[in-house]
């Protein structure tokens, strides 16, 4: 009896498998280049604001001493305000140290590992009266632990989905559980 050698048929499924081993290899490869161009900036400032408080108003504006990107955000108590906790605003500044403002564009940018110009921002209109937005690949993270809040600016040079800006706690207690969950929901609890 003649037996067959079984190394051609190795070689021919080892080479089947390397042409579905390039395809994720090749889109890892390209994901961690475009990923590479991914830069983030945190703000220097850290106020103390109320732990279970929320977000309510946020404009970012030209710091005109520095020229520096900065943000405005206004926190308020108004999720657990009452008849026994009055409502109370507060608004902090967060500036953005290393973010340039190129006047002839009208937009902000921020140098990436690379040296690749990325953009941040823009005016909407004119720069002595108009709104500045941010750009399709950046977004604000705010982080609050236990009411002490940190701002991170981070952008790409490809557009991200979802919202700009992000607010995060890191306080899992019951009632902001149940304070994310009506704001989610757009239900309003009864008065």
């Known amino acids: 009896m003649i037996e067959s050698d079984p ?50 108003w946020h404009e970012l504006y030209l710091q005109c001493t520095a020229h520096e990107l900065a943000a405005r955000i206004t926190f308020s108590n108004v999720p657990y305000a009452g008849d026994d906790e009055p409502r109370r605003d507060e608004s902090f500044d967060f500036r953005f ?10 937009a902000f940018f921020m140098n990436s590992r690379h040296g690749e110009r990325i953009p941040v921002a823009r005016f909407r209109n004119d720069p002595s009266f ?14 609050k632990e236990s009411g002490r809040v940190t701002a991170s600016l981070t952008a790409t040079s490809y557009p991200r989905a979802g919202i700009r800006w992000v607010e995060a706690d890191n306080n899992f207690s019951l009632q902001n559980l149940l304070i994310a969950l009506f704001r989610d929901f757009r239900v309003q609890p009864e008065n």
């Open 7 to 56: 190394g051609p048929l190795r070689i021919s499924c080892w080479i089947r498998w390397m042409r579905f081993a390039i395809l994720p290899a090749t889109i890892l490869t390209t994901s961690a280049s475009v990923m590479a161009d991914a830069i983030c900036i945190t703000s220097p400032n850290h106020p103390q604001t109320f732990t279970y408080g929320a977000m309510i």
């Open 97 to 106: 140290p290393g973010v340039q403002f190129d006047s002839a564009r009208r």
């Open 130 to 143: 108009g709104w500045i937005d941010l750009v399709p690949g950046a977004k604000i993270y705010l982080l």
